[in-house]
């Protein structure tokens, strides 16, 4: 809980969201992908990047600068 709390406070400082619902990671103010794999999902925010590790991972775009990730999501992470 507290990492979570951690990464909260650093996405909004990022202008960045990012809900967790049924299973399901939504991550709104995206501005592209670095890196896409079943693994690891690395997404463009605007000044740093936001690393999603797991298994089985899928992304589907559901508007402009709005995603959605499923599978088995292990670690969040900011990275420069």
Sequence with gaps: MEYLEFLKRDLQE????CYFCKG???L?????LNHC????IIVYLKKKKLAIQGQNLEIEE???NE?????NI???SIVD
């Design 74 to 76: 292990l670690t969040l």
């Design 24 to 26: 399901y990671l939504y």
């Design 37 to 40: 794999t079943s693994e690891e």
């Design 14 to 17: 990022l202008e960045y969201k």
């Design 28 to 32: 709104m103010g995206s501005r592209g």
């Design 67 to 71: 995603i959605r990730v499923k599978g």
């Design 62 to 64: 559901l508007s402009k």
